[in-house]
């Protein structure tokens, strides 16, 4: 396979480097931005020991994605909007995940948008496709590479975009399904509010989804 470069915008955080370690493999390039170059590099330096393969750097959110094939967008909430402005003009020819929930609090909204994903597609303005996906996965299981994994539901208005994400997907060891447009995104979105509030009653860190009665896909 062909040299795949992925930019993790947030890629310092919880679930950027839990997806770097998942997506190591041979011919991987992660790209982990940050805010600040020099907080990336020590991320690089404290994830590469546990890095199966491919290989890690550290740039600028802005740097970090102009290399790459795919960008995930793995900020809070507060500063999606301002980020994906921020990286407008830079994300022609790639294809943009975004794994972003609205919580306010831990408690999941409906954005002005409509869904986080559909702030980045109106931001974007048909530059780069956006896929949302990963937000139902929880981050400690990501970082733990042999863990099972919840499933991945998929959504988005770009077909071939929405198929390559979900290649990526199965790459890290999840079932990914394609769970239709952009429009279903609120629901996949707010769904992590009640995996976090499941994970504080029950004490858990793990909470995640499981699709059944669909079969092989
Ligand atoms: N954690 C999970 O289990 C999980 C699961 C599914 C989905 N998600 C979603 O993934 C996204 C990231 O979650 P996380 O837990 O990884 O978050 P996080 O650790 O709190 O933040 C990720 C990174 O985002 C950057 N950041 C923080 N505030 C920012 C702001 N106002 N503007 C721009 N960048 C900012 C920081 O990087 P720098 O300081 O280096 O710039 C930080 O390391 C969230 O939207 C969350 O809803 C998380």
Redesign the pocket.
Known sequence: MDQLNVAIV?G?????SALALRLGAPGVKIIIG???AE??KNAVATWTPKLRAGELVGKTNREAVKDADFVVI??????HA??VSDLKGQLAGKIVID???P?NKVKPFVPPAGSALQEAQQILNGEAPVVGA??N???VDLGDVDAPLGDVLVCGDDAAAKQRVMEIIQRIGATAYDAGPASNAYVIEGL?GVIIYLNRKYKSKHGSIKITGIGNH
């Not at 310092?12 to 950027?16: A, K, M, S």
């Open positions: 947030g310092t955080g919880n679930l950027g940050s805010r600040d907080k990336a793995a900020v809070p909430y507060e500063g301002q980020m794994t972003v929930v919580l990963l937000h996965i929880s981050a992590t």
